[in-house]
């Protein structure tokens, strides 16, 4: 077993580090051309070019099937891609091997050894590395103090809670002090609540350590929460990176809008200042009569929407009420007479057959053109 590696491939001396948990240094990560294609034809990866940040969250984010999980496992070196390149801290790693590119991995279901101590599982890449015993003790003290789980050390994985057990499984990862951390949905099987305060946790240990971090997840909630960075991907390609608020407000196409946020989506065609979709027409606000004939997908958020008629530059729109679901505080009060349903949400309680009229400001409508693979269009 050779002494272990960092990103630049300059062996580490085991006894050169210092004792605990050390701050690692923070590695930029370098994605160009990007492809992984199986025998069997099917494209997981096509030509992802991506630049995660050194020191920062970058979350991907799409529906099953996508390509993220391949994309993480390609920077951790477990998938090898058929062409492209992948970069951490500058330096090629796309061929080199996954102990060398100075990369941590947690995974959904925690990986961790049953019959082993909640200390001997973190301490188990350590031991591969061949650490000394006194600054392996000293880094799972030091870790674990960390994720405040320095009262279990002693405990199996059965006698922990899952929020406890992906603790350790973060920590495992964390004691080898590495430039990238790579999780791969490592809160998608705890409860609801638990998700909610591991989210928080996870950017105060981000925060503290400042670790370059890459973070998979299905969940948009999740994504807009954590990451600096949200790459929405969608066919084994990014439909659209940039901050949360870029995404969210400003989505580059008709995928991204629906995915992240639910946007109500009614295709159709602009005639006479309205958008006919079927028997249904939905008023325009006078700025988007220049798409006059043209097919369009119109975006409208369901909480845009309001009751009331519409003004002169204002949506408006119909119908009578299909569904009604109870989210807590509000409604989500589904109206029908159009291509698909539009979402509104409410406080008030809308009984199913009534007919509601509504209406939203021009500055919340979205267009997008089906004709140009969904792609925004900013000005008509």
Do not use: W
């Amino acid at each position: 077993m050779t002494a272990p590696t960092d990103v630049t491939g300059k062996t580490t001396p085991v006894g050169g580090r210092p004792a605990g948990l050390a701050r690692p240094e923070p590695a930029g990560v370098g994605i160009h051309g990007l492809t992984k294609r199986y025998h069997a034809g099917a494209i997981a990866l096509d030509h992802v070019d991506l630049d995660c940040p050194a020191g920062e969250i970058t979350v991907l984010v799409g529906p099953s099937g996508c390509g993220k999980t391949t994309l993480l496992r390609s920077i951790a070196g477990l998938e090898q891609p058929t062409n492209g390149s992948i970069r951490i801290a500058g330096r090629d790693v796309t061929r080199t091997e996954p102990q060398r590119r100075g990369v941590a991995m947690v995974f959904q279901n925690y990986a961790l050894y049953p019959d082993k101590t909640v200390r001997e599982n973190i301490a188990f890449p350590l031991r591969m590395a061949r650490v000394g015993k006194a600054e392996r003790n000293d880094r799972i003290d030091a870790v674990a103090r960390l994720l405040r789980i320095d009262r279990l050390l002693d405990r199996k994985p059965s006698q922990l809670s899952g929020g406890q057990r992906q603790r350790v499984g973060i920590g495992r990862a964390l004691v080898r002090g590495p430039n990238v951390l790579l999780m791969d949905e490592p809160l998608s099987n705890l409860d609801a609540q638990l998700r909610v305060e591991m989210r928080a946790e996870l950017l105060a240990l981000q925060r503290d350590l400042g670790t370059t971090m890459v973070y998979v997840t299905h969940d948009q909630v999740e994504a807009l929460t954590l990451g600096s960075t949200v790459v929405v991907m969608n066919g084994g390609k990014i439909s659209q990176a940039g901050t949360p608020e870029q995404v969210y407000t400003r989505p580059g196409n008709a995928f991204v809008a629906g995915f992240l946020g639910g946007m109500n989506l009614i295709d159709g065609r602009v005639e006479a200042g309205h958008l006919v979709s079927g028997e249904s027409r939905i008023s325009l606000p006078g700025r988007l009569h220049g798409f006059q004939g043209q097919r369009i997908t119109l975006g409208i958020r369901p909480e845009s929407l309001s009751r009331g008629h519409a003004g002169d530059d204002e949506l408006g729109a119909a119908g009578p009420v299909v569904l009604t679901e109870m989210l807590g505080s509000d409604r989500m009060v589904h109206i029908g007479g159009h291509s698909s349903p539009l979402r509104m949400r409410e406080e008030h309680h809308a009984p199913v057959g009534d007919v509601v009229t509504v209406r939203a400001d021009a500055a919340d409508i979205h267009v997008f053109l089906p004709d140009h693979d969904g792609a925004r269009a900013e000005h008509p």
